[in-house]
């Protein structure tokens, strides 16, 4: 009965490949994140979808393109990776439209490695 | 810049302690705050948040913050920490009004001594 699941749970790659990281939530939220804890636990936001539909893009690079096949799945495509992409990705997800007031539930991370 | 301060990157104590776990922060105005619990291999949990009202404010597992706007703080205790508390806790700030985006700090690892 996991709230926010994610797969895989480590992923060790090479640089230059295409990676995927999975997330699902059963808690019948609308909105889903992305976030990036890098080496130094520091956490920062990346992306954010209400109902497939994006409404919060970071600086991110372009490489990383987030798909939402529906409101319950956010998934994080990852091409051409770098060295500087390893870290812990976080999903979370909320009821509401990213506002204030509405608590984030987190999955366990993905700790993305590459070499 | 915005950003969250966690001074202390480690505490230990022994189980049965006090526990305070520090927070300040950096924002142009009064921000909403927040404190998260990872547990090892879990993701991040709410323990509390503060949005207005009483400065002291009561969160989950018996934990509690208090902020001081003069202080810019947001300070976290425990009366008496449990060896199931060894975490890490990142404090985490937010804007009041727009987007829903957390400016987190970079986490205290605590380690509780049986």
């Known amino acids: 009965d996991t709230a926010v699941s994610q797969t895989p749970k480590y992923l060790v790659t090479q640089m230059g490949n295409d990676k995927s990281i999975k997330c699902e939530q059963n808690l019948g939220h609308d909105t889903m994140y992305w976030y990036k804890q890098d080496s130094k636990k520091f956490l920062k936001i990346m992306f954010s979808y209400n109902n497939k539909e994006l409404i919060i893009n970071e600086t991110v690079p372009n490489r990383f393109s987030p798909k939402s096949p529906d409101k319950a799945h956010l998934n994080l495509h990852i091409n051409s990776l770098e060295l500087g992409d390893s870290a812990v990705y976080f999903c979370?997800?909320?009821?509401?439209?990213?506002?204030?007031?509405?608590?984030?539930?987190f999955g366990p991370g993905t700790r993305l490695t590459v070499l | 810049a915005q950003s969250v301060t966690q001074p202390d990157i480690h505490i230990t104590v022994s189980e049965g302690a006090s526990l305070e776990l520090r927070c300040n922060y950096s924002y142009g105005a009064t921000p909403y705050l927040f404190w998260y619990v990872q547990s090892p291999g879990q993701g991040l949990q709410l323990l509390l948040k503060y949005f207005s009202g009483d400065t002291l404010v009561q969160g989950i597992k018996g934990f509690e913050a208090e902020f001081k706007r003069s202080q810019s703080s947001f300070n976290l205790r425990k009366p008496s920490v449990h060896w199931s508390d060894a975490a890490e806790y990142f404090c985490a700030v937010a804007p009041t009004s727009g987007t829903y985006k957390y400016i987190f700090g970079t986490g205290t690892r605590l380690k509780v001594l049986a």
């Open positions: 979370a997800s909320s009821q509401g439209l990213a506002t204030i007031t509405d608590t984030q539930y």
